[in-house]
């Protein structure tokens, strides 16, 4: 990208940005002005320039995904989608942390446009972006195995936006090694590195080089530092966005330094930035240094928004491409096509019912055996109908039979592919947990996962806000007696069925 393409009302955007992230903090009386205002140039150049996206339609299918896992952050998301023209208003920017807003204190799910996710605790976006990016893979597999990369119209990235907070928790270690054994090369982690939590500086719990630990994991990774004046290098984030996209066996990470709050002059790189408004003399003083009126607030110049909707032509442009790519493949996979539109209208197979066979079977049979027997009875007749174990399946009885496994091209697991309908999670319920939840956001497969019932406490959290979002995962919770008395008082799950 050229200094042209990048010009003085690309820099006003990114002000502007900042801004009214410090403006919508402050009306509130609470929240977390410093990472967004950190974090702009990040969002406004991915928003304006590399996330393929359309305003005018949220829920278009060939659109990139953006998941703000940082969610306590919410204003850095919602400023960019007002400022891109997804129907937010200035009115909801300065109701932000209101009850009854479209621009509650974290992102919702199915409140504001352009929210994939509702993120919740810190790690279950990127957690969750993992199956996005798992769900984007079987779904090309599926509809259009051969595809070369980039030409089926079923190809979009999954940008995310992570914290500190999120790289520290526990579920994104397990998803991240997950995506790595994947290698979901469509999955990209933008981590702001700040160094701050609510406690002061991460040196006092986080001094781990995370980007040699990415590297272990199996991801990409790449670093943008500072510019002179002390932000973000906007110049030095495109080359890094560049060469993400250019990776297509691995997912990246980028680690983003940037100085939390800044330009706060006092306030800057403090946890006081982290999560309290910055006051009435800091914001005044952020609008000084950056060439604004102080003593006006929520200030968004016509001109500066017009160019900034700009960006809906573009998706405009974008969302043509597309449906023209998707007419070329309809006619030469015309089976593939009814099958793409029976799943898009979230419609059953005609034939479901009469595929599950009744049971006749003399004396008893467990539960988790006759659970299998569906499963593999429904999979018959839905391709889109996948999943797998926190490696259980022989005890949980969740392996399609035929179905092979899920897994990158080159693996060497016998019968193994990128279309693979057994889903191998690993020792890793939490993040198995999220990214059935990413799956299933996706509105076209069909998912479940399988764990014995007591370790659905290891999942919770992602279970909580798949019940939030009310989005159609299953989950397969075996070894449910109370009488397992060999395995112990520790496998027995009397208290779980009530919490």
Same mark, same amino acid.
């Given at each position: 990208?050229?200094?042209?393409?990048?010009?003085?009302?690309?820099?006003?955007?990114?002000?502007?940005?900042? *801004?009214? !992230?410090? /403006?919508?903090?402050?009306?509130?009386?609470?929240?977390?002005?410093?990472?967004?205002?950190?974090? $702009?140039?990040?969002?406004?150049?991915?928003?304006?320039?590399?996330?393929?996206?359309?305003?005018?339609?949220?829920?278009?299918?060939?659109?990139?995904?953006?998941?703000?896992?940082?969610?306590? !952050?919410?204003?850095?998301?919602?400023?960019?989608? =007002?400022?891109?023209? =997804?129907?937010?208003?200035?009115?909801?920017?300065?109701?932000?942390?209101?009850?009854?807003?479209?621009?509650? &204190?974290?992102?919702?799910? &199915?409140?504001?446009?352009?929210?994939?996710?509702?993120?919740?605790?810190?790690?279950?976006?990127?957690?969750?972006?993992?199956?996005?990016?798992? %769900?984007?893979?079987?779904?090309?597999?599926?509809?259009?195995?051969?595809?070369?990369?980039?030409? #089926?119209?079923?190809?979009? +990235?999954?940008?995310?936006?992570?914290?500190?907070?999120?790289?520290?928790?526990?579920?994104?270690?397990?998803?991240?090694?997950?995506?790595?054994?994947?290698?979901?090369?469509?999955?990209?982690?933008?981590?702001?590195?700040?160094?701050?939590?609510?406690?002061?500086?991460?040196?006092?719990?986080?001094?781990?080089?995370?980007?040699?630990?990415?590297? $272990?994991?199996?991801?990409?990774?790449?670093?943008?530092?500072?510019?002179?004046? &002390?932000?973000? /290098? *906007?110049?030095?984030?495109?080359?890094?966005?560049?060469?993400?996209?250019?990776?297509?066996?691995?997912?990246?990470?980028?680690?983003?330094? @940037?100085?939390?709050?800044?330009?706060?002059?006092?306030?800057?790189?403090?946890?006081?930035?982290?999560?309290?408004?910055?006051?009435?003399?800091?914001?005044?003083?952020?609008?000084?240094?950056?060439?604004?009126?102080?003593?006006?607030?929520?200030?968004?110049?016509?001109?500066?928004? $017009?160019?900034?909707?700009?960006?809906?032509?573009?998706?405009?442009?974008?969302?043509?491409?597309?449906?023209?790519?998707?007419?070329?493949?309809?006619?030469?996979?015309?089976?593939?096509?009814?099958?793409?539109?029976?799943?898009?209208?979230?419609?059953?197979?005609? +034939?479901?019912?009469?595929?599950?066979?009744?049971? +006749?079977?003399?004396? @008893?049979?467990?539960?988790?055996?006759?659970?299998?027997?569906?499963?593999?009875?429904?999979?018959?007749?839905?391709?889109?109908?996948?999943?797998?174990? $926190?490696?259980?399946? &022989? @005890?949980?009885?969740?392996?399609?039979?035929?179905?092979? #496994?899920?897994?990158?091209?080159? @693996?060497?697991?016998?019968?193994?592919?990128?279309?693979?309908?057994?889903?191998?999670?690993?020792?890793?319920?939490?993040?198995?947990?999220?990214?059935?939840?990413?799956?299933?956001?996706?509105?076209?497969?069909?998912? =479940?996962?399988?764990?014995?019932?007591?370790?659905?406490? =290891?999942?919770?959290?992602?279970?909580?806000?798949? !019940?939030?979002?009310?989005?159609?995962?299953?989950?397969?919770?075996?070894?449910?007696?109370?009488?397992?008395? %060999?395995?112990?008082?520790?496998?027995?799950?009397?208290?779980?069925?009530?919490?």
């Amino acid at each position: 990208m050229t200094d042209m393409e990048w010009n003085d009302l690309d820099r006003r955007l990114v002000d502007t940005a900042r *801004v009214l !992230a410090a /403006d919508a903090v402050h009306k509130a009386g609470s929240g977390h002005p410093g990472t967004a205002m950190a974090m $702009a140039p990040a969002a406004t150049l991915l928003f304006q320039r590399y996330l393929r996206h359309d305003p005018a339609d949220p829920h278009w299918r060939g659109r990139d995904r953006f998941v703000l896992s940082a969610g306590h !952050a919410s204003i850095l998301l919602y400023i960019q989608l =007002y400022l891109s023209g =997804y129907g937010l208003t200035l009115d909801d920017l300065k109701s932000l942390r209101t009850a009854d807003s479209l621009t509650p &204190g974290h992102p919702e799910y &199915g409140l504001t446009p352009g929210v994939e996710t509702t993120t919740g605790p810190l790690g279950q976006g990127l957690s969750t972006a993992v199956g996005m990016a798992m %769900e984007q893979r079987f779904i090309r597999g599926m509809l259009d195995a051969g595809a070369s990369p980039g030409q #089926s119209p079923f190809d979009y +990235n999954i940008w995310t936006i992570a914290g500190d907070g999120c790289l520290e928790e526990g579920i994104t270690s397990e998803a991240s090694s997950q995506a790595g054994h994947q290698q979901l090369g469509n999955l990209v982690v933008i981590y702001d590195d700040n160094h701050i939590t609510i406690e002061g500086n991460t040196d006092v719990t986080f001094s781990e080089d995370v980007e040699r630990r990415y590297r $272990a994991y199996g991801w990409h990774t790449l670093h943008v530092d500072l510019s002179p004046n &002390g932000s973000v /290098d *906007v110049f030095g984030l495109a080359k890094a966005f560049d060469a993400a996209l250019a990776e297509i066996h691995r997912p990246t990470l980028i680690r983003v330094r @940037s100085i939390i709050g800044w330009p706060a002059p006092t306030k800057q790189n403090t946890a006081a930035a982290h999560g309290s408004d910055l006051g009435s003399a800091e914001v005044a003083a952020v609008k000084e240094i950056l060439g604004f009126d102080p003593k006006r607030s929520f200030q968004v110049d016509e001109e500066l928004l $017009a160019y900034a909707r700009s960006v809906m032509l573009r998706g405009r442009r974008m969302h043509q491409e597309w449906s023209e790519r998707l007419a070329v493949w309809r006619d030469d996979r015309p089976a593939s096509a009814a099958l793409f539109d029976r799943i898009s209208a979230q419609r059953l197979p005609d +034939n479901l019912a009469e595929a599950i066979a009744p049971f +006749n079977t003399p004396g @008893s049979i467990s539960t988790r055996v006759a659970s299998g027997k569906v499963i593999n009875e429904i999979a018959g007749v839905m391709p889109e109908f996948w999943g797998g174990s $926190a490696d259980l399946a &022989g @005890s949980n009885e969740t392996s399609i039979i035929d179905g092979g #496994s899920f897994e990158p091209e080159g @693996s060497m697991v016998p019968g193994a592919s990128i279309k693979g309908r057994i889903i191998h999670f690993g020792i890793r319920e939490h993040a198995m947990g999220a990214a059935l939840n990413g799956i299933a956001l996706d509105g076209l497969s069909r998912v =479940y996962g399988g764990t014995f019932f007591v370790f659905s406490d =290891y999942m919770r959290g992602a279970v909580r806000l798949s !019940a939030l979002m009310d989005i159609p995962v299953t989950y397969v919770w075996t070894h449910d007696s109370i009488g397992l008395g %060999e395995d112990g008082p520790t496998h027995q799950p009397i208290e779980h069925l009530a919490a």
